[in-house]
């Protein structure tokens, strides 16, 4: 029958029948197939150990076919090559015991396999299937077509000739003169180009070429080790050829991989320009090494190495930078951060014991001014070294209910680094030694719930040095116990409080008052209440409830001379909405401030009914003196103004893709702000952001920030899912390579940035700013930072980075991300489908010579 009437579909079980009919597109000939596969079918089932149901008119222990138009896929092991096999054409012919062939828009699918042709043989003996014309071949998402395929279903070992293909792992495919299929997860192919991008069709409609591409003479891929391997490789960009080597290997998405990782170069005004080709090592999994040897034009040659570790019980980190020779400063350059924490629990679940480690330390004092990017800490004059352990116990005490109780101890070092020329920049050298630990010993409790009687104790002692050797050191014993019990009168709560200080010094040196030994104990008591009311209230379409939460709280300590004591670790208190509520005005144990107070203060929120999330707050809080503050944190003087500075406070969400926060600290005596924040921020969707905070500090500071991730120029997507998607719905238009983000006639420019400007200067303090681009294959970026090193210097940085998206996210020149991350408020990580800003790693590559 040369017209197509109907469609056929038919399951071919692997067992042939024992009697050869040959068919033919007729209803006889479809009445005699299904019979045959019908007997064929009882041998797999009863091979298999299933279980046979006879049909109504067949005979026992068979199972019925049934003629079908669109047959599921079985359930079961897709790699099984003796699972039923689904046919379905426009003709069928051949012997039930040896072939069959099947024409005019076959499609054949066993398990999870599903294949397209023009024309179509099995063999039954080897299981081979042979397609002709237009094959597309479709396996756990990833697609191939091209002309001629063999393939032994069995095994899934067959070639396929001058196919285009697509793999879901890595969205990006290419094409080959020829690809060997080797298993259900490996292949070679060769003569290939690998790519994600979906190029522009030239005027005469012939496919252009890629904007990037790996061009290889062979390459094997190797799913189930995430592995691939390209012989002769050659990545192209733009056509320029950008990397190459003999042979390059890749991960196939991004887990870990050992190998080389892509070169990084950018240019620094300390440095020049300085390049780095590191090396990954997966040791294990749980440990690996970088290895980045690095070349700096104006300094020389250096090493930047990285280990890290992972234990059940613990976890750390090495990371040794070292420059031998640098020929600007004429001297070996180099730091060591070794951090470490664990646990030794040993399986006990009443008790933890928790340590960790860190030691932190650069070669010289000018180290911050040289090398300011990166710097692992937040004040790059202090690195902070330590070791500390503490084993916590949950018990029964003093018959006052379940406790918890730490035992702790530990040292702690500093390395403080100073202006080595205090003329270029007296400001510099003007920096304070912190006191050193050596040791410090100590034991904390508190009641373990929130009902009844409230306790904690604590008790300590510290051994203080300090390399300035004109600050005092000696030892301190602490000891502090406090007692309260909330009271919970519908929506009243009322708690007092009574704590007991004591602290005991002995010192090398004679204090002010000529003694070399001191004691000081003081009590405290204090009594807060506070009041919840609410309402509902509906604004901005939104359901919601607002809160009316007065607070008070009274203090009472008396007041002790302290002026003759040592300060190891004690420092007036920022103020703040936590701190206004403190009972004393310094941190630490060296000073205790009298108080004779009240502070007042009331909070009203906003809560959506539907998530519990504040969509808005607003409060005020103030403190009221009732006798003078003669233990001043500010001054020698006491504090004789009854009112304190007013604190205000406001934040909101409630506008649509608005944030507002701000605070404000008022002097209750001129009447002018002594402090103030206000920021604000829009983000109407993702990668879409602008921010901005001021701060002043009357008689300090004022400073404006910006930052910003904004599209410039093209279309922005939802979400890269959203694209991905729409990308899959027309799997069988294969031209090798598709976008992952963006679209194929043109991307998406960004700017990004951030400037941070002293308005009492009138100048730029530090500064950001950089511009992405997003060709939805590949991503571009050039950054240029700027970071002030003091009042006249600077170090300004230029990164450059080429992204090839498909490539497992490698990388060429230096990665800006973790600089974008931490500058810009709301950076998002571009291709990035979560809500949260993506780990700024790259995967490694491989080159071996």
């Known amino acids: 029958m040369t017209t197509r009437q109907a469609r056929l579909s038919l399951l071919t079980p692997q067992h042939p029948a024992k009697a050869a009919l040959r068919l033919r597109w007729t209803p006889i000939a479809v009445a005699a197939g299904l019979l045959a596969a019908q007997i064929a079918w009882q041998d797999v089932a009863q091979a298999d150990g299933a279980p046979t149901t006879a049909a109504p008119g ?45 024409t005019g828009s076959v499609r054949l699918r066993q398990g999870g396999l599903t294949v397209r042709a023009d024309e179509l043989t099995h063999t039954q003996a080897d299981n081979t299937a042979r397609a002709m014309g237009h094959v597309v071949i479709t396996r756990n998402s990833n697609i191939f077509s091209g002309p001629e395929l063999m393939l032994k279903l069995d ?143 104006r300094r020389g040659a250096g090493m930047d190495a990285e280990y890290r570790y992972l234990a059940p019980h613990d976890e750390g980190t090495l990371h040794v930078v070292g420059l031998p020779d640098d020929r600007v400063a004429m ?116 009641s373990g719930n929130d009902t009844g ?45 009574l704590s007991l200080n004591g602290t005991s010094y002995d010192m090398d040196q004679a204090m002010a008052n000529g003694n070399r030994s001191a004691s000081r104990v003081l009590p405290t008591f204090s009594l807060e209440s506070g009041l919840v ?36 670790d004690s420092a007036p208190r920022d103020f703040n909405q936590y701190a206004i509520y403190s009972e004393n005005a310094f941190t630490g144990s060296d000073r205790i401030s009298d108080a004779n107070q009240v502070t007042v203060g009331v909070t009203s929120r906003l809560l959506d009914n539907n998530t519990g999330v504040e969509a808005a707050r607003v409060g005020l809080v103030q403190k009221l003196l009732l006798a003078d503050q003669r233990v001043n944190p500010d001054g020698p003087d006491p504090i004789t103004q009854r009112l304190s500075d007013l604190l205000l406070l406001g934040s909101t969400s409630v506008i ?18 002594s402090r103030g924040l206000m920021g604000v921020r829009y983000s109407p969707g993702p990668w879409r952001t602008v921010g901005a905070a001021y701060r002043y500090t009357r008689d300090a500071s004022e400073q404006l920030d910006l930052g910003w991730q904004w599209p410039l120029a093209g279309s922005v997507p939802s979400t890269t899912a959203q694209v991905r998607n729409e990308a899959l719905n027309d799997p069988l238009n294969l031209s090798g390579r598709r976008p992952i983000n963006g679209n194929a006639c043109g991307g998406t420019w960004y700017s990004v940035g951030r400037m941070s400007y002293s308005l009492r200067d009138n ?42 998206a498909g490539l ?30 993506a780990s700024t790693g790259s995967s490694p590559i491989t080159t071996d010579d």
């Open 58 to 102: 067949a005979t026992s222990g068979t199972v019925p076919l049934r003629l079908s138009f669109s047959l599921p896929a079985p359930q079961g092991d897709t790699h099984n090559g003796k699972l039923p096999l689904y046919f379905e054409a426009d003709n069928l012919e051949g012997e039930a015991d040896s072939r069959t062939r099947a």
């Open 155 to 297: 095994t899934l070992e067959g070639e396929f000739i001058r196919p285009h293909f697509w793999f879901a792992r890595t969205k990006a495919g290419g094409q080959a003169d020829l690809v060997e299929f080797l298993g259900a997860n490996r292949l070679r192919a060769s003569k290939t180009t690998y790519s994600s991008c979906t190029p522009d069709d030239l005027p005469d409609g012939t496919p252009g070429e890629p904007d990037w591409s790996l061009k290889t003479r062979s390459i094997y891929l190797d799913f189930d080790a995430n592995e691939g391997t390209a012989d002769n490789a050659v990545i192209w960009f733009k056509g320029v050829p950008i990397l190459a080597a003999p042979t390059l290997t890749f991960p196939l998405n991004d887990a870990r991989k050992s190998g080389w990782l892509p070169p990084s170069f950018d240019f620094d005004s300390k440095s020049g320009f300085e390049l780095s080709a590191p090396y990954y090592w997966n040791i294990a999994p749980d440990k690996d090494l970088t290895l980045a040897p690095t070349l700096s034009v």
């Open 331 to 446: 001297r070996s350059r180099g730091l060591v951060d070794f951090a470490h924490k664990g646990n030794l629990n040993g399986g006990n679940l009443l008790s933890q014991t928790n340590y960790e480690l860190r030691w932190l330390r650069v070669s010289d004092d000018d180290y911050w001014k040289d090398f300011p990017h990166g710097l692992p800490t937040l004040t790059p004059r202090l690195y902070d070294s330590h070791a500390n352990i503490e084993r916590q116990l949950n018990s029964r005490n003093w018959g006052l209910g379940d406790s918890q109780t730490t035992l702790y101890g530990g040292v702690q070092s500093w390395q403080t680094l100073r202006d080595r020329d205090p003329l270029t920049d007296p400001t510099l050298s003007n920096i304070d030694t912190p006191y050193r630990r050596e040791p410090q010993l100590g034991i904390r409790s508190r």
């Open 453 to 497: 009687v409230m306790w904690t104790m604590q008790g300590e002692f510290n051994r203080f040095t300090n390399a300035d050797p004109n600050k005092p050191i000696g030892n301190r014993v602490h000891a502090v116990g406090q007692v309260g019990q909330s009271f919970n009168l519908g929506g009243l709560s009322l708690t007092p409080r």
């Open 533 to 568: 009311m609410e309402r509902p209230l509906h604004v901005f379409s939104r359901d919601l409830t607002q809160t009316l939460e007065p607070r008070i709280q009274y203090v009472r300590t008396p007041y002790k001379d302290q002026s003759f004591l040592p300060l190891f």
């Open 656 to 673: 649509p893709n608005w944030n507002l926060d701000g605070s404000a600290q008022f002097n209750a005596q001129n009447h002018a702000m």
């Open 763 to 804: 100048r730029l303090t530090d500064s950001l700013i950089g511009f992405e681009y997003d060709a939805g294959c590949w991503i571009g970026r050039v950054v240029a930072e700027r970071v002030s090193v003091g009042r006249a210097q600077a170090s300004t940085r230029l990164m450059f980075q080429l992204e090839l």
């Open 808 to 837: 497992s996210r490698i990388s060429l020149g230096s990665n800006p991300l973790r600089t974008l991350r931490d500058n810009i408020p709301g950076y998002r990580l571009l291709h990035d489908d979560s809500t949260t800003t």
